[in-house]
T-cell receptor
Framework: GDSVTQMEGPVTLSEEAFLTINCTYT??????LFWYVQYPGEGLQLLLK?????DKGSNKGFEATYRKETTSFHLEKGSVQVSDSAVYFC??????????FGTGTSLTVIP | DGGITQSPKYLFRKEGQNVTLSCEQN?????MYWYRQDPGQGLRLIYY???????QKGDIAEGYSVSREKKESFPLTVTSAQKNPTAFYLC?????????????FGQGTRLTVV
C-alpha cells in the first residue's frame, strides 16, 4: 500500500543553519506530495505541495522537489529561524480520496 | 473566512462516558476525515466520509463512531469502548477526485480522560 517514510527527529539547529528533512514514499501511479507544518497545540497547515515529477514546491523559504526516480520529496531551507521551530509532516495523496502521513519530524531552532 | 472549526479545544472525560467532538467546515468539501495524534507519533486515520450519509472505517476505528448527516458536519463520538482515548484529535476535509488538492485541517481537540 501507499506509505511515507520521513527522517526521524528531533532535529536541533542553530539559527541561520541549513535544514534538510528527508522524505521518501511508496505509491503506485503518480501521487501528489505535500509538506505540512504543525505548531504546538495546533492543527496542520499546508507548507508546500507538488503534483507531478520534477515539480518544485516552495513557500516561506522552504523548498521540496518531487523526484520520481528516487521516490523522494526532501524539505530544505537555506537559513532557518527560531520561528521555524515546529513539527513537519510529509504526506501523499494518490487518488485524491485519502492522505498518508509520515510520523513527523520535530525541529527546534536555537538562537 | 472559509475553514474548518473544531470544538471544543480542550475536553475532559470521565472513564465510562461517551463524548462527542464537533467538526464543521464551510469549504463545500465533499470529503471529511478524523485523525488521532499521540505524542511523538504521526496521524492515524479513524474514519472518513466522502459523501453525506456514508463513511468508512480507517485504521483505528474501534471505540469510535461518526455520522455525516450534513455535508458540512462530521462529528466524532469517542465511546466508552475506546480504552485509551487520551489524545489530540484532528479533523480535516478535502475536495475528492481532484489529484492536486490538499487536506485542510482544523485546530484540533485535545481529549483527556480524568
Amino acid at each position: 500500500g501507499d506509505s511515507v517514510t520521513q527522517m526521524e527527529g528531533p532535529v536541533t539547529l542553530s539559527e541561520e543553519a541549513f535544514l534538510t528533512i528527508n522524505c521518501t514514499y511508496t505509491a503506485t501511479g503518480y501521487p501528489s506530495l505535500f509538506w505540512y507544518v504543525q505548531y504546538p497545540g495546533e492543527g496542520l497547515q499546508l507548507l508546500l505541495k507538488a503534483t507531478k515529477a520534477d515539480d518544485k514546491g516552495s513557500n516561506k523559504g522552504f523548498e521540496a522537489t518531487y523526484r520520481k526516480e528516487t521516490t523522494s520529496f526532501h524539505l530544505e531551507k537555506g537559513s532557518v529561524q527560531v520561528s521555524d521551530s515546529a513539527v513537519y509532516f510529509c504526506a501523499l495523496s494518490n487518488t485524491g480520496n485519502q492522505f498518508y502521513f509520515g510520523t513527523g519530524t520535530s525541529l527546534t531552532v536555537i538562537p | 473566512d472559509g475553514g474548518i472549526t473544531q470544538s471544543p479545544k480542550y475536553l475532559f472525560r470521565k472513564e465510562g462516558q461517551n463524548v462527542t467532538l464537533s467538526c464543521e467546515q464551510n469549504l463545500n468539501h465533499d470529503a471529511m476525515y478524523w485523525y488521532r495524534q499521540d505524542p511523538g507519533q504521526g496521524l492515524r486515520l479513524i474514519y472518513y466520509s466522502q459523501i453525506v450519509n456514508d463513511f468508512q472505517k480507517g485504521d483505528i476505528a474501534e471505540g469510535y463512531s461518526v455520522s455525516r448527516e450534513k455535508k458540512e458536519s462530521f462529528p466524532l463520538t469517542v465511546t466508552s469502548a475506546q480504552k485509551n482515548p487520551t489524545a489530540f484529535y484532528l479533523c480535516a476535509s478535502s475536495i475528492i477526485r481532484a489529484l492536486n488538492t490538499e487536506a485542510f485541517f482544523g485546530q484540533g481537540t485535545r481529549l483527556t480522560v480524568v
